[in-house]
């Protein structure tokens, strides 16, 4: 695997979780574990730009990437 697969991979496998933490914070009842899995979600959006940043630097500079 090249390192823009692992990347790639590592993206929809945040993107997943983040998902998860979406669909907990909506089915608990208890507020404090509601707020702590919106809390976790929100912390990983700024991860998922980050990671999404990186996949557009590795597509611009690598060419087997480009069209």
């Not at 390192?3 to 945040?14: F, G, P, R």
């Amino acid at each position: 695997m090249t390192v823009y697969s692992n990347v790639k991979t590592s993206y929809a496998n945040l993107k997943s979780i983040q998902a998860s933490f979406s669909e907990l914070a909506l089915k608990t009842t208890v507020d404090n574990e509601q707020r702590l899995f919106h809390e976790s979600m929100i912390e990983m959006d700024e991860i998922i730009e980050d990671i999404r940043k990186r996949l557009m630097t590795l597509e611009r500079e690598e060419r087997q990437y480009q069209p």
